[in-house]
């Protein structure tokens, strides 16, 4: 992974490998075909990202994620992000 200079935010750094993650756990074709609100959302909201709202369409994205998130109970989030079409 390469990092620009103004990258070195833990935030920033936090969601590129959130995104790192996704790829091994679920594939990266999955990663690249499963809805932006679980990619990008993700990565948004557990990363810890401070800037509230974000633009369209990721304040969005970050906003279904975690509703979604928030509903899993006890069940893995990889496992219950598999299930996501």
Known sequence: MIVAPRGWKAFYLA??????????T??????????KW????????LSGDPRH???PPFEQ????????????????IWDAARGVH
């Open 15 to 24: 969601h590129e490998l959130i995104h790192y993650r996704q790829a091994e």
């Open 26 to 35: 679920l594939g990266n074709l999955a990663v690249a075909t499963q809805p």
């Open 38 to 45: 679980l990619v990008e959302g993700m990565a948004y909201s």
């Open 53 to 55: 709202p974000l633009g």
């Open 61 to 76: 994205w970050r906003s279904q994620f975690e509703t979604w998130h928030a509903g899993l109970g006890a069940q893995d």
